[in-house]
């Protein structure tokens, strides 16, 4: 059974840290593409970053506040978010998209086909 559960969200206050997992079950996550979405109320799911092996990428709304990594003993996904902002404050998401065959080139939630639950991330100013 191939699942994603996302966990580690919570409230925060502005310039604060989290660290947020993704513990995949079914597959390896070295063996795909591991993708961070968000999606806040009245916006758009947003791409945030991607890890397919050593390469690693990020939208530039994180870029340089985030860090996305992976455990392979633990087949888990991690984000590490620093210095954040009210404006960071969604849900935050896991996905992979239904293939091993690398991450898309834009952080396009429809290229992502497994998804997890789901974590919230509140941000407080």
């Known amino acids: 059974q191939v699942q994603l559960v996302e966990s580690g969200g919570g409230s925060v206050q502005d310039g604060g840290s989290l660290r947020l997992s993704c513990a995949a079950s079914?597959?390896?996550?070295?063996?795909?593409?591991m993708g961070w979405f968000r999606q806040a109320p009245g916006k758009e799911r947003e791409g945030i970053a991607t890890?397919?092996?050593?390469?690693?990428a990020y939208a530039r709304s994180v870029k340089g506040r985030f860090t996305i990594s992976e455990d392979l003993a633990e087949n888990t996904v991690y984000l590490q978010m620093d210095y954040l902002k009210p404006e960071d404050t969604a849900m935050y998401y896991c996905?992979?998209?239904?293939?091993?065959?690398?991450?898309?080139?834009?952080?396009?939630?429809?290229?992502?086909?497994?998804w997890g639950r789901g974590t919230q991330v509140t941000v407080s100013s």
């Open positions: 079914g597959f390896r996550v070295d063996d795909y593409c």
């Open positions: 890890i397919d092996g050593g390469d690693s």
């Open positions: 996905a992979r998209p239904q293939l091993g065959r690398g991450c898309p080139a834009a952080f396009d939630p429809q290229f992502f086909n497994i």
